[in-house]
């Protein structure tokens, strides 16, 4: 068992003895593991997962959450994830699927993260751009469902360099953030922003501070992405032929 390199969807549901053994497994490479809000749970679990966790210095890739994370109101079972002692730090590629109240300070010194993941975790945005722009070779970001507070814009800040991110997925969230703010100066690097509009109304702003944007992907009804298709259009006017801003569309409600 030790030898294992890769588990995937296992979930611990209220057993804290698998919660345990899985810290065994110190030659894992790759875990996609759960917890389970939607059963009956004891606190030793996700201590004793937390525990395994911080024995797993060989994992690149970590999808991490919680089963119930959906529903309302949302529990912040992944408050667990502060007790990660020593991460493991090779990470590649973490996704984090539930409710917390902050990024965990060890988030920040993952400094091999190509690609982060997150949904459902209702973090202050300020806290979570803080933390992800400070990643070195952070490439990729979907950001998903409930991944802000409700009230909060999803600002980019001009001091939130982001030095290597190249791709920005916003994904489907109804009512949070209604607002998507890039400001002057927000990752320089920036080629492909991917939205998922649905049947929301929201608006992005500042858009032509990604100045080196070169597609854009929009998903959704027709009227909810009218607006934003609009500023794109007037970019590329403003744009060399060779410098034009691809824009790739799917309407949904003509499916």
């Known amino acids: ?87 493991p730090r090779l990470l590649r590629y973490l996704k984090i699927c539930g409710c917390i109240d902050r990024l965990p300070d060890w988030v920040e010194s993952l400094t091999d993260l190509v690609e982060f993941d997150i949904g459902w975790t209702y973090l202050n945005g300020v806290q979570l751009f803080d933390v992800m722009c400070k990643l070195p070779n952070l490439r990729r970001v979907y950001l998903g469902p409930y991944f802000i507070r409700k009230g909060e814009n999803m600002v980019a800040h001009c001091s939130q360099s982001f030095p290597e991110l190249k791709e920005l997925t916003l994904g489907y969230s109804p009512e949070v953030p209604p607002v998507y703010r890039f400001e002057q100066g927000s990752m320089p690097k920036l080629e492909t922003l991917a939205v998922y509009f649905g049947n929301q109304p929201k608006e992005i702003v500042g858009i032509e501070h990604l100045t080196n944007l070169k597609e854009v992907q929009f998903n959704g009804w027709r009227d909810q992405m009218k607006h934003a298709l609009e500023e794109v259009e007037e970019l590329n006017k403003k744009r060399d032929v060779s410098e034009q801003i691809t824009v790739r569309v799917r309407y949904e409600d003509d499916m």
């Open 1 to 87: 068992m030790k030898a294992l390199r890769q588990v995937n969807k296992a979930a611990v549901i209220y057993d804290p003895k698998v919660a345990q053994e899985i810290g065994e497994l110190d030659q894992l490479q790759e875990l996609a593991i759960y917890v389970d809000m939607r059963k009956e749970m004891g606190p030793e679990v996700v201590k004793n997962l937390a525990s395994s966790l911080s024995k797993m210095y060989s994992l690149r890739w970590l999808d991490i959450g919680n089963f119930g994370c959906d529903k309302w109101p949302f529990n912040p079972i992944m408050k667990f994830l502060h007790d990660v002692e020593s991460p």
